[in-house]
């Protein structure tokens, strides 16, 4: 990947919480709650199993 798409991407990411100007954006946002946070490191959790089983079965490039 080229080095300015990564920037651009970067870039992307950091504007995205840039929306309180638009008409309808939320007033307040309110922080997860203890079942979003339990979901979300589930799924991190998951996803890195799933990584590893992934790499585990790659057969070598050698």
Known sequence: MESATL???LFAGAMGSARSAQPNAPQIITKPGRKTLAWLA????TAT?????AWAVEPDPR
Do not use: V
């Open 7 to 9: 920037i651009a991407l």
């Open 49 to 53: 199993l799933l990584h590893r089983l």
């Open 42 to 45: 589930f799924r991190s959790r």
